[in-house]
């Protein structure tokens, strides 16, 4: 265990390491990968492992740790704070939805050096069923964020029946030196983030190595080894979600912070006043924006409890509280792009030089917020259809 790790709580590591990131954003940004001190700091604070099972050499925490950490993290680099969500987020689904044979292929060497990245939906996949497994003769995955720094990927695939209908998707995992990488990442915002698309040609996948994904997400775990522990029945699909929301919390908290460092010294323009903040209209929109942060925040980590509850219990979260739980993720992120759009309409036009850390919060925010999982109109909606007495459009959930 790392010296940083024994002085510090994770969410302490990570709030240590807010004016490191900061430093550091720009060249993170530049460079389209994390670079390479910061992961260090990230492994030595203990920031991957989390909800790593102890008996690999992780720290086997919760929902609501992660989730503070996570944040904190993304106050200092919305890139960094996004990594650190999907990594560890990673290490809940590998140590739920695998056997104790693949995790000892996984980590049986070296375990401090493992790191996940992976997508679940692939763009393009033809799978051949083999004798011993799968064979993966062309696959196509986008978004593969943290693939510059991976070591294990997970991927997802679907498998048909004869008259092509999709009745089952599996969810793989492999060696990173399995995969190609592809530099394509060229985007608006979390530049940082090495969210590379990524392909294998003809690689063989043995049995122990491919799980349900559709058994994973009701519940129904292969890491049987694992089911005393109450953090391995987590509500999976709750819990990825809520990793993509929590980096734009920490994202607007950031934006919160420089608007009010910046107020004592902005001069006022046909406002009545000298300085931007005696004006009524700012302590207005200040206010408003710093309330629907706090409210997204206990939408966040209330989740977060609830789904540690549950896994406490040793019960996975039911179907109806799953649904209410990606309503309550979309409208969060809801409430965190109303609150940009105040701060934006109270802090003038400086942000549209490049290099202004504003700017790169309304990039980097508007990357994650349009994520599709996150939608608020679509999540939202799918709630409301339950509570109409409808089925759900979630195709997972």
Not at 311 to 328: G, P, T
Request: glycine fraction near 8%; aromatic fraction near 10%; charge should be negative.
């Amino acid at each position: 265990m790392s010296k940083l790790l024994k002085e510090n709580h994770p969410v302490e590591a990570a709030q240590s390491l807010v004016p490191k990131l900061r430093e550091r954003a720009q060249k993170t940004e530049d460079s389209r990968k994390i670079p390479e001190e910061t992961i260090k700091d990230l492994k030595e604070g203990g920031l991957f492992t989390m909800l790593r099972p102890k008996r690999y050499g992780g720290q086997e925490l919760n929902l609501r740790t992660y989730s503070e950490a996570v944040v904190e993290i993304s106050r200092g680099c919305a890139s960094t704070g996004w990594i650190v969500a999907l990594c560890a987020i990673r290490e809940l689904m590998v140590a739920e939805s695998f056997s104790e044979k693949t995790h000892q292929e996984i980590f049986g060497q070296n375990p401090e050096d493992v790191l996940f990245a992976g997508v679940y939906e692939p763009r393009k996949c033809v799978v051949k069923k083999v004798d011993g497994g799968y064979l993966i003769e062309e696959g196509f995955w986008m978004f593969c964020s943290g693939s510059l720094h991976a070591t294990w990927g997970y991927f997802g695939f679907p498998i048909y029946n004869e008259d092509g209908v999709m009745v089952d998707q599996k969810l793989m995992t492999v060696p990173f030196s399995e995969l190609e990488i592809h530099d394509d990442w060229h985007t608006l915002g979390l530049r940082g983030t090495g969210s590379n698309s990524v392909t294998m040609t003809n690689v063989f996948v043995p049995d122990h190595r491919v799980t349900s994904f559709n058994e994973a997400l009701n519940g129904n775990f292969e890491s049987s080894h694992l089911r005393d522990i109450p953090l391995y029945h987590s509500a999976l699909f709750p819990g990825l979600i809520l990793s993509l929301g929590l980096p734009g919390l920490g994202v607007l908290k950031n934006a919160l912070d420089i608007f009010k460092e910046a107020l004592p010294f902005r001069k006022a323009v046909h406002m009545g006043v000298e300085y931007v903040k005696d004006a009524a209209s700012t302590h207005a929109l200040l206010a408003e924006a710093t309330l629907k942060v706090e409210t997204a925040e206990h939408y966040f980590y209330n989740l977060a409890d609830e789904i540690d509850r549950w896994a406490n219990d040793k019960k996975y979260m039911e179907r109806s509280a799953r649904v209410k739980a990606l309503a309550d993720i979309g409208y969060a992120n809801k409430l965190l792009k109303e609150a940009l759009d105040l701060l934006l309409s109270g802090s003038g036009s400086g942000f549209v030089y490049n290099g202004h850390s504003m700017q790169r919060i309304i990039r980097d925010f508007l990357t994650l917020h349009s994520h599709r999982s996150l939608s608020p109109i679509i999540t939202i909606e799918n709630y409301g259809r339950v509570l109409s007495g409808l089925e759900t459009n979630a195709l997972r959930f």
